[in-house]
C-alpha cells in the first residue's frame, strides 16, 4: 500500500509538534522514523493511523484521503496493523487465541480466511516459530516470545501497512538484535509497507529501506541508510545517527582548513554544500585516528571507553573535544599526549557511497 502525506502539522495546545510533513511512501518499503524522543515521530504514526486528527494536511492510504479537512477515517476502517511499544497482549487469552481475534473483527481479512481462519494461523504461528507455545499465556512466555506474539498478531492479517511503535525498547540488547532479523524476514514473506519508530540508530541504519530522520517536529533528512550516515544533511543528523565531531573552518572545494592554533587542512570529499557554506565539517570518530607522533593535531586523552575491538577516546584539544574511534591493539593511557590525523578517505568506506 503506498502511503501519501501532505503538509500534515499538529498542535497540543500551544505546542507545535508536526510542521508541514510531507513525504511519499511506496508500496512495500520499510521506512522508520528516526528522532530523539519528543521530536513528533509517534504522533505522526499516530496520524497515520488515526488515532490523532491532523490539524493540517492531508493523509492518503492508496489515493484515497483518509485523514485530513472534515475526512477522517477510523482506525478500524484503515488497511493496517500495529505493534507497539508495551506489547499490548490479552492476559486472558492464548498465543492461538491472540491470532484468531484479528482475523475475526479486521475488515480488510479475505472472506474466506474469516471464515476458516485455522489454516492462516497454523501457518503464521509455524512462520513465527509460536506452534509449541501457542497454548500459552502472555505471563507464561518470555520476553521475546511476547513480541512475536506482538508480530504474529499484527501480521496475520497480512495488513497493507504494519505500523511499529518502538516495538523493541523493552528488550535486552541481545533480543534485540535477534528480532531486527525476525522483522525483517517477516518483511519479506509479507511485503507489507512497514513504518518503524524508533529512536535507536542502530536500529533504523540495519533495517530500512529509507530512513526519515525528524527533529522538532520536522523531517530533517530522507534517505538511505548509507546516505543518511555518510552524508549527513545538517549539524543535528550529523550528531545524532554517526555521533560526528562538528569542526569549524573554511572550506575551499574539498580542503577544509581550521587553526589549533596552527593551520591544519584536511582533505574530506562528500560533504554537503549545506554544511560548507556553514563552515562545518562533520567528522565520524572511525574517521580519525591517533598517533604518538608529532606533527598533527595536539591533544590529551580524557577518557577512554573498552568496546571491544574498538576503544573510544574522549581527546581534549584546543578547538574542543572530539570522540575517536580506534582498534582496541591501538592503546593509548588518560592523561597521554597524542595527535590526530584524519585517515585515508578510502579507509573509512566513503568513497563507496
Same mark, same amino acid.
Given at each position: !500500500? ?211 530522520? !525528524? ?139
Amino acid at each position: !500500500m503506498e502511503i501519501k502525506i501532505e503538509g500534515v502539522g499538529k498542535y497540543f495546545g500551544k505546542t507545535e509538534v508536526l510542521r508541514n510533513i510531507s513525504l511519499d511512501i511506496s508500496g512495500g518499503q520499510f521506512v522508520s522514523l528516526l528522532g530523539p524522543s519528543g521530536c513528533g515521530k509517534t504522533t505522526l504514526l499516530r496520524i497515520i493511523a488515526g488515532f490523532e486528527r491532523p490539524g493540517t494536511g492531508q493523509v492518503y492510504f492508496d489515493g484515497v484521503v483518509v485523514s485530513g479537512g472534515t475526512e477522517n477515517l477510523p482506525p478500524e476502517k484503515r488497511n493496517f496493523s500495529m505493534v507497539f511499544q508495551s506489547f499490548a497482549l490479552w492476559p486472558h487469552l492464548t498465543v492461538r487465541e491472540h491470532l484468531r481475534f484479528p482475523l475475526k473483527h479486521h475488515r480488510f481479512v479475505e472472506p474466506e480466511i474469516h471464515k476458516n481462519p485455522r489454516r492462516r494461523i497454523e501457518e503464521t504461528l509455524e512462520i513465527m516459530g509460536l506452534s509449541p507455545l501457542s497454548d500459552r499465556y502472555p505471563s507464561q512466555l518470555s520476553g521475546g516470545q511476547r513480541q512475536r506474539v506482538a508480530l504474529a498478531r499484527a501480521i496475520v492479517v497480512r495488513p497493507g501497512v504494519l505500523l511499529m511503535d518502538e516495538p523493541l525498547s523493552a528488550l535486552d540488547a541481545g533480543l534485540r538484535l535477534a528480532m531486527r532479523e525476525e522483522i525483517q524476514r517477516i518483511h519479506r514473506i509479507c511485503g507489507c509497507t512497514i513504518l518503524y519508530v524508533t529512536h535507536d540508530q542502530s536500529e533504523a541504519l540495519a533495517m530500512s529501506d529509507r530512513i526519515l530522520i !525528524m527533529n522538532n517536529g520536522a523531517i530533517e533528512q530522507n534517505g538511505s541508510s548509507a546516505d543518511i550516515y555518510y552524508r549527513p544533511a545538517t549539524p543535528f543528523v550529523a550528531q545524532f545517527v554517526s555521533n560526528s565531531n562538528l569542526l569549524k573552518g573554511e572550506w575551499q572545494g574539498d580542503i577544509f582548513s581550521f587553526d589549533a592554533p596552527a593551520r591544519y587542512r584536511w582533505t574530506v570529499p562528500n560533504v554537503r554544500d549545506a554544511l560548507k557554506q556553514k563552515g562545518i565539517c562533520p567528522l565520524r570518530p572511525d574517521q580519525l585516528r591517533l598517533t604518538s607522533k608529532p606533527g598533527e593535531l595536539p591533544g590529551v586523552v580524557q577518557n577512554i571507553q573498552f568496546q571491544g575491538r574498538d576503544n573510544h577516546y574522549t581527546v581534549s584539544t584546543q578547538i574542543g573535544k572530539l570522540r575517536i574511534h580506534i582498534p582496541e591493539q591501538e592503546r593509548y593511557e588518560v592523561g597521554q599526549q597524542v595527535f590526530i590525523s584524519l585517515r585515508g578517505y578510502a579507509e573509512t568506506g566513503g568513497l563507496a557511497v
